[in-house]
């Protein structure tokens, strides 16, 4: 199947500095990703939508200017959290999904999540 | 408001038994769905979907139940295995409506299946 990867998988960052997470297809073009956030015991929850080429498109309560998205090429998009706070402590997962026609219904495939810790 | 919700945090079955994990959505214009299934450290991985227009999909020991007039669909594993203990995520897809695809997900069932 299609493979996602993220890096870093763990980052633990001091109060205030800024943070950037990577998602890269590896074997296909992602024309939408996603990224989502998992509290703990919480579901997944996204926070925007991304296509390459355009500005990302943010859900309700998440702010652009703290959550910084770039989708600069087909097979990657980077999530920048800025001035990072305890409370951005979280799980961060991104997917891609495959399909050239980009019908909704596409698979979406996650990456294996970064883990936020900010002290 | 939790629009997607799978009401059992946790289940445990027996190797060989089935495995029934239940979730209800409350959106109507939700109209596809799929369920996911997780381990720890790692991203979902897609395991089985379902049109609204279908009741039904089966693939290999997973089976998708959608029952539309009660907004509640079911994932059944039979025989579970041992390798089947993660988190079942279920999420749904507001096609209609110009969606992009995004996925809203359940809190999670996790699963585990004892030798």
Redesign the interface.
Known sequence: GAVVSQHPSRVICKSGTSVKIECRSLDFQATTMFWYRQFPKQSLMLMATSNEGSKATYEQGVEKDKFLINHASLTLSTLTVTSAHPEDSSFYICSARAGLERSPTDTQYFGPGTRLTVL | D?Q?KQNS?SLSVQEGRISILNCDYTNSMFD?FLW?KKYP??????LI?I?SIKDKNEDGRFTVFLNKSAKHLSLHIVPSQPGDSAVY?CAA?P?LGG??????????TKLSVKP
């Open positions: 939790q997607v945090p596809y996911y450290a790692e991203g979902p991985t897609f979907s049109s995520f897809i096609v969606s992009q695809g995004n996925l809203i997900f359940g809190k999670g």
